[in-house]
């Protein structure tokens, strides 16, 4: 059907006239309807005009020109801890404008299709409670109160060899490598969807066992803690592991902490980041199919046994992996969708 989808701004819709721009902004072209739509519309209201009636006297009125309000709309008012939230703007131009979010990170709208977008991860480390969304641009601005929801994430004691920690957490030289790895690639934002479809298990069908959950808040051995965010899956060593979506291989190389590390790039903020492979079936640059097989298990950097370290960024915040699995980025969540 043609009217299969009908725009709502039921949801949370906020609308705000801009008048002076902030980054580049200029009101912008309607985003919603074709020019060759609009340019009808305004040869139907000429011819209106002409066939009024002569007893109408009023002055003739200047063409009007389609100035739509900017509308702000968010997927949700409430979003767990671990878990992000979408936020979608249409009738203004904000290519290059940037933000600060509640928690202090520096956000950047990602068009398509002529709505701008913006994901707002919410890390495993957040408190709950009450924050204020709001950014403004020029004369544009807007505010809104998200809550945080609690979610209890487990806790782990994880007993590591001496040895094994001297050579890795202890290892300041190995930590300070992975801290420039991790700030280089975790912002990475290419500004379209390379992925395809939902996401799958980077196993495929093999039964492993998750050893370590999201958010699990862990104290090594030797006295050291972290937030534990990504999901350990334990399987052989050798057992395939295939890209959880479609896109492109940023990082694979060898780091003391992660041993054999692959991220692949799956557009708008979304990355997948997998640690202590033991063999590396991808490159840096290559585009690889969801599916597609880029390495295998293995124990290699800090690790206590054959496993997948499997994590999932979005806007540079680890989430929930497992919450992500079967899913794709909403980009149409505003929209009613009918059968
Ligand atoms: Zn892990």
Redesign the pocket.
């Known amino acids: 059907m043609k009217n299969a989808r009908k725009t709502i701004f039921a949801l949370i819709l906020s609308a705000i006239i801009i008048t002076s721009s902030g980054c580049e902004i200029s009101p912008s072209a309607p985003t919603i309807g074709s020019d060759a739509e609009l340019s009808q519309s305004s040869s139907s209201i000429s011819e209106e005009s002409s066939s009024l009636p002569e007893t109408d006297f009023s002055e003739p009125e200047a063409e009007p020109e389609p100035i739509l309000t900017p509308t702000v709309l968010l997927s949700s008012k409430e979003v767990q801890r671990g878990s992000y939230l979408t936020v979608a703007v249409q009738n203004i131009d904000l290519y290059g404008c940037s933000f600060t979010d509640f928690l202090g990170y520096e956000r950047e709208f990602r068009g398509k299709d002529g709505i701008w977008y913006c994901f707002i991860p919410i890390k495993t480390a957040a408190e709950a409670g009450e924050y204020t969304l709001s950014f403004t641009f020029g004369d544009f601005s807007y505010s809104e109160t998200v809550t945080v929801t609690e979610r209890d994430f487990p806790t782990q004691y994880l007993t590591v060899s001496p040895s094994t920690l001297e050579e890795t957490l202890e290892d300041a030289a190995v930590r300070a490598a992975f801290d420039e790895f991790f700030q280089k690639y975790r912002y990475k934002n290419t500004g379209a969807a390379l992925w395809n479809g939902e996401f799958v298990l980077p196993l495929g069908d093999y039964k492993y066992k998750e050893t370590?959950a999201y958010g699990t808040f862990r104290t090594f051995s030797n006295g050291a803690t972290e937030w534990?965010n990504?999901?350990?899956m334990a399987a052989p060593g050798g057992t395939p592991v295939y890209a959880t979506n479609s896109g492109r291989i940023i990082f694979a190389e060898y780091l003391g902490l992660t041993g054999n590390t692959i991220i692949i790039d799956h557009g708008y903020g979304i990355m997948s980041w997998h640690?202590?492979l033991r063999r590396l079936d991808v490159s840096t640059g290559d585009m690889v199919e969801k599916g597609e097989l880029i390495g295998e298990v293995g124990t290699t950097g800090l690790?206590t046994g054959n496993?997948l370290?499997f994590g999932i960024t979005v806007g540079g915040i680890f989430v929930d992996p497992m919450a992500m699995m079967g899913t794709e980025p909403d980009f149409d969540f505003w929209m009613v969708k009918e059968e």
Do not use: P
Request: charged letters at 10%; hydrophobic letters at 10%.
């Open positions: 370590t534990h990504a999901t350990d640690y202590h690790s496993h370290h």
